[in-house]
């Protein structure tokens, strides 16, 4: 495995099995290393920047990457889901969560040997558990947000957040952008500003400015998740400190993933934000950039398990 530059803000890593990760590396290299793992279809732009400086401010390395299949990251072929399979929770994946959680494991491994404090939102900390499971040598801390277990029980989608799995956007730039600010009106936080509007629109266009794909890498990453396996014994087992995040006003995954993740790995903290929706918006970052920190310094205190 292999890092070298891509750019002269991004480098590409080589993390095996024909598997490339495009990553912007940030802060001190030898402070801690922070890796955020972003949600279905969204490139790294989407961990945005002020609060990548503001864990950087805190002394951390930061490393925010493209998964499989977004952004500059290696594109695969393949089927995604359709409609009826999206309502029938039913798909033939690609690939599953666990090579998803072992392309990031690459990444950690070739950049700090000493292992990473792995951060997930939504689609991402489905694999950042998976990291954790599959790999605790290099997960020092695991922080899921708006994630689950795995269960087929809880986090389950609202039903009236299904439509927007199914709703087409349009075609032109201009409008994909308005109709994703409009999407995270629906799907996300209570208090939402237009700041956080225009943040959709500059992280937007500059991810369409990024994307080498063809649009149909987001199809087999959903079914990746359909396929998600139970990790709630696999979780039991971890005993790196953990906190898991997540807003009562989420319908995506709705608040009982949260719960059953935290229940599921022990002495987990719970952290629920009562109007924080399926989203990061600003005024939720102090709570959740203030979690990571504890988190990470629990386990640079050696404490595995949630202090009292």
């Given at each position: 495995m292999r890092a070298a530059r891509a750019g002269s803000a991004e480098r590409v890593c080589d993390v095996g099995r024909g598997i490339r990760l495009a990553y912007e590396d940030l802060g001190e290299p030898d402070a801690p290393l922070v890796l955020l793992v972003m949600g279905l279809g969204l490139d790294l732009c989407w961990w945005?920047?002020?609060?990548c400086a503001d864990l950087v401010a805190r002394g951390f390395r930061v490393v925010r990457f493209d998964n499989r299949d977004v952004g500059r990251s290696t594109?695969?072929?393949?089927p995604g889901v359709s409609a009826?399979?999206?309502?029938?929770?039913?798909?033939?994946?690609?690939?599953t969560l666990g090579d998803m959680a072992?392309?990031?494991a690459g990444l950690v491994a070739a950049l700090d040997p000493a292992g990473a404090h792995v951060v997930g939102v939504s689609l991402g900390s489905f694999v950042a558990q998976e990291i954790a499971i599959r790999h605790p040598d290099l997960t020092r801390s695991l922080v899921s947000i708006m994630g689950r277990p795995g269960d087929g029980r809880t986090g389950k989608v609202s039903r009236r957040m299904i439509p927007e799995f199914l709703r087409r956007g349009p075609s032109d730039p201009a409008g994909a952008v308005e109709h994703l600010v409009r999407s995270f009106?629906?799907?996300g936080s209570r208090g939402r500003t237009e700041e956080d509007d225009?943040?959709?629109r500059v992280v937007m266009r500059r991810s369409m400015a990024r994307e080498e794909g063809d649009g149909t890498g987001s199809g087999r990453q959903l079914a990746a998740i359909l396929a998600e396996r139970d990790r709630t014994a696999d979780l039991g087992r971890l005993t790196m400190p953990a906190l898991v995040v997540h807003g009562l006003h989420d319908r995506v995954v709705l608040p009982s993933g949260g719960r059953a993740t935290a229940a599921a790995i022990g002495g987990a903290e719970l952290?629920?934000?009562?109007?924080?929706?399926?989203?990061?918006?600003r005024w939720t970052w102090p709570a959740v950039l203030d979690g990571i920190e504890r988190t990470a310094r629990r386990a640079a205190r050696g404490v595995s398990r949630a202090c009292p």
């Open positions: 945005r920047d002020d609060f594109h695969l072929s393949g009826l399979g999206f309502l029938r929770r039913r798909a033939a994946p690609t690939y072992d392309d990031a009106h629906r799907i225009e943040d959709v952290l629920e934000l009562p109007d924080m929706g399926h989203d990061l918006a």
